[in-house]
Structure formats: C-alpha cells, structure tokens
C-alpha cells in the first residue's frame, strides 16, 4: 500500500493538489479537516475551531489520529491513500509503526502568504483581512500540533 501524506499551511493548495494527484491515482481519499469536522459535530460543537478551544490541540490530534488509522484499515486499500491536510507531526510516524510495509510519501505544500490570503478569502466568501484572521487560528494550531 501507498500512503501519500499532503501537509502544509491553510490555503496553500494541499487539496487542489491531492484531488488532481488522485484523479490519476485512483486512491482511497481521506480529508483530515472534514474528519476533524465530523468528530467536533459528533461532539456537539459546530465548528473544528469551538472544539479546539474548549479541549486544546492534543485532544484533536489524537481523535484525529484514532480516526485516520481506523479510516484506512476499514479501507484496507490494496493499492494507496491519499490523506490531505495532515495536521500533526506525529502522524508519518504512527502511519509507518502501524502499516509498516505500506510505503510512504509525505508532500508539504507551500504558497506565497499574499496569494493564500487571496485562496482563503475566495474559500470563506469574506474580506482578505477576515481571511487572514482564519489562517492566523489554523497555522498557529499547525505549529503546535
């Protein structure tokens, strides 16, 4: 199996950039951020961001992490996984303690921090000052993860 791991800051194109990959790849597709979403609604919060702040960072991460590795053996994809929008540094290394003979390919993704603004302000539908308030919240919790 194949595991190719797209990571990077908000609006930086991880995702335009992992469907276009599986188009031809025809991998088994995993989002982090909607996983991290279904998990907060499952919780009773309406956004990733309320649930952050009430339980913290590590809270997220390992319920992300617990869903992600359920997520793919339920799969239990022959061929790949794409997993876009990693958010946590630790996750190539419990990817490759608990599929070590899958093969792994870790992407990061960066972008010019005036053209994600602009990515970001299109994603929200608000003002490029609105937008980058939202990526300041993302990336900080990118840099503590």
């Known amino acids: 199996m194949e595991i190719l791991l ?3 800051y908000s609006a930086s194109g991880k995702s335009t950039i992992a469907r276009q990959i599986n188009e031809k790849l025809n991998f088994d597709y995993l989002g982090e951020r909607k996983i991290l979403h279904n998990l907060a609604v499952s919780l ?3 956004r990733i961001r309320e649930w ?3 339980d913290g960072h590590e ?7 617990s869903d992600t590795i359920a997520r793919i053996r339920e799969i239990g994809s ?3 996984v794409i997993i876009d929008g990693s958010y946590d540094q630790k996750l190539p290394g419990i990817l490759k303690n608990t599929f070590p003979k899958a093969r792994q390919l870790i992407v990061c ?3 010019d921090n005036q053209i994600r603004k602009k990515r970001m302000s299109i994603r929200l ?3 490029v000052a609105k937008a980058k308030e ?4 993302i990336d900080d919790f990118k840099n503590k993860a």
């Open 59 to 65: 809270v997220l991460l390992e319920a992300a992490r």
């Open 125 to 127: 539908r608000e003002s």
């Open 134 to 137: 939202e990526m300041d919240f």
């Open 78 to 80: 022959k061929q790949g």
């Open 109 to 111: 993704v960066d972008l």
């Open 44 to 46: 009773g919060f309406k």
């Open 52 to 54: 952050l702040q009430s």
């Open 6 to 8: 797209f990571t990077g």
